[in-house]
């Protein structure tokens, strides 16, 4: 057998596969943890990634979340947003409001943000391409209300280099991409000291990478802009403390803990003795983390479709997808007739020729919606 990443797995492991003892956690270079208790002192940040439809209809859900214990906010906002569309775009068309919530002026970030205490609960949002417009439209909308800057706490996302090598979605080349990226960097650590100006992401995992190739891929962006700031003058103890890291977490939990090991180890002997970081904050891997999607089945478990008496039930093209819910391609089996209550024909695959564009839009500079417009039969 083999890890995902490879490496064989031996029957049986023993004393002798250890090797050198690590330090204690908490101590330098932190393999075993950046805190000498970890979460037996301090229980982690707890965030459902939440967002559609209207900002009132998020709000309503952030304010359900928050009720039932839940200690922080992450937004989820649609690819418009992420893109720098107005809703109202041609190009928008078919993705308002889906995968996240719609924001186009700061009247929804206030109307998003209503009678949520922003200086007691932080908002990490996954936002990449316009996260300087939508972390200033935050801003203002905590200061309307009263928040002063000390208080305003969360994270932006704003890896624009892991969107270059694997999620695509990116508005600039990647050299004005990184100075926008590192000019909200600079800003931030000078103004507001409670927000973590970037999260750098392992969405490689996702696009296909092993565990070592993740972290291989997610260190060396986060050198890039650690260079980057070091060359416009910042001293790294400067805004080291304040570098955020964003992991995928699967179900091959050794290979993984063996993975959180060396990213730890590795980035903290980098701060040190490369990069001249004099202090133990500046050292240590922040990291959040999440459940891989490719990891999971591509079915969920649950009752399954029964057909009603209104309809036939030997109309095979009449049937829902064998598919999970939030799938809007029919199944790949074979159907009977086309009958009038069915919105797919048997003899005109369309979904197939829609899945090949998308996939072919993901490695391209067009979205998923523009890809479809411009790609139409």
Known sequence: MKTRSGIEIKPVYGPGDVGETPPAPGEFPYTRGIHRSMY??????MRQYAGFGTPRET???????????QTGLSLALD??????LDADDPEAEGEVGKVGVSIGSLADMEELFDGIPLERVSTS??????????????????RKRGVPDERISGTVQNDLLKEFGARGAWLFPIEQSMRLACDLIEDTVQRLPRMNPISIA??????????????????SAARAYVEELLRRGLPADRFAPRLSFFFYTYTNFFEEVAKYRAGRRIWAQLLRDRYGAKE????????????GGRSRSTTSPGPRWRPSPSRAPECRACSPPRTTRRSRFP????RGPRCASSRWSPTRPRWRRLRTRWEAASSSRLSPTKWRRRSAP
């Open 280 to 291: 133990p904050e500046s050292w240590r891997l922040r990291a959040a983390c999440v459940c």
């Open 40 to 45: 037996l002192g301090k229980l982690w940040t």
């Open 59 to 69: 709000n309503r859900r952030f304010r359900y979340l928050l009720e039932q214990g």
């Open 79 to 84: 690819l418009p947003t992420q893109l720098g």
């Open 331 to 334: 199944p790949s089996s074979p």
């Open 202 to 219: 392992s969405h490689y995992r996702d696009a296909g990478a092993t565990p070592a190739e993740e972290m291989a891929y997610t260190l």
């Open 125 to 142: 949002m996954t936002i990449n391409a316009t996260a300087p417009i939508l972390l200033a439209m935050y801003e203002l909308a905590a």
